[in-house]
C-alpha cells in the first residue's frame, strides 16, 4: 500500500512538472494602439532607420523565454507608420508589392528559404503570413504582417524546426488586437 501510495506521487509530481503551463499575459501599448499575448514581460525597443521615404521609426516588442525547453526561442511585435497618403486602400497592386518586397528582405536577412507565403488579412486589412527556414534549414521564423492604414505591423515567432507546429506560436500570432485610429 505504501508503494501505491508513493508511486501515485511521484506520478502526480511528475505530471505536474510537465503540465505546468508558461503564464501567458496581456500586453498593451497605448501609443502602438495594440494589445497582444506574450509568455513574459517583453522588452522595447525602438530603432530609427533610413529610408528612401525618410527616417521611420521602427517599435519593437520582444521577449526571449529563458527556458531551453520553451516552445519558441523568440517572440517579436514590430510596428512602423509610413508617411501620409504611401498606402491607399484602393491600391492593392502597389500593397502586393510592398508585402513581395518585404518577405524576400526577411529571407536574405535571416539567409534563409521561403517555405511559403500566403494573404492573411486581419479583418479587412491587408495581410501575410510566411515562414522562413534559417541556420541550414535548424530554425523557423514565422511572421504575420498587416497594414492598418501608414502602419504596418509584424508578429514573428523564431523555433527549432522541431518545434516548429507548435501552440504557443499561434496563440502569439493570433492574440493581436488592434485598436483602429478614429477618423478625424
Not at 495594440?34 to 521615404?53: A, Q, S
Not at 510566411?130 to 504575420?144: E, P, S
Not at 492604414?149 to 493581436?176: E, H, V
Amino acid at each position: 500500500m505504501r508503494k501505491l501510495i508513493l508511486l501515485i506521487c511521484l506520478f502526480i509530481g511528475i505530471s505536474s512538472l510537465y503540465s505546468q503551463e508558461v503564464e501567458w499575459e496581456e500586453f498593451r501599448s497605448y501609443e502602438g494602439r495594440f494589445r497582444v499575448l506574450f509568455p513574459g514581460e517583453p522588452i522595447y525597443n525602438i530603432d530609427t532607420i533610413e529610408t528612401p521615404l525618410g527616417k521611420l521609426a521602427y517599435h519593437t516588442y520582444y521577449y526571449q523565454p529563458k527556458d531551453s525547453t520553451s516552445d519558441n526561442l523568440l517572440y517579436l511585435l514590430s510596428y512602423c507608420d509610413y508617411p501620409e497618403n504611401i498606402f491607399h486602400a484602393d491600391s492593392s497592386e502597389l500593397i502586393d508589392t510592398f508585402f513581395e518586397t518585404t518577405v524576400e528582405a526577411a529571407t536574405e536577412a535571416l539567409y534563409g528559404e521561403l517555405i511559403y507565403s500566403t494573404d492573411r488579412d486581419y479583418l479587412d486589412h491587408p495581410g501575410r503570413f510566411w515562414r522562413i527556414d534559417y541556420l541550414n534549414g535548424q530554425a523557423v521564423m514565422k511572421t504575420r504582417a498587416f497594414l492598418i492604414g501608414q502602419r504596418f505591423y509584424s508578429l514573428q515567432a523564431a523555433t527549432y524546426k522541431g518545434k516548429s507546429l507548435n501552440p504557443s506560436t499561434d496563440r502569439f500570432i493570433d492574440s493581436i488586437y488592434v485598436v483602429e485610429k478614429e477618423e478625424e
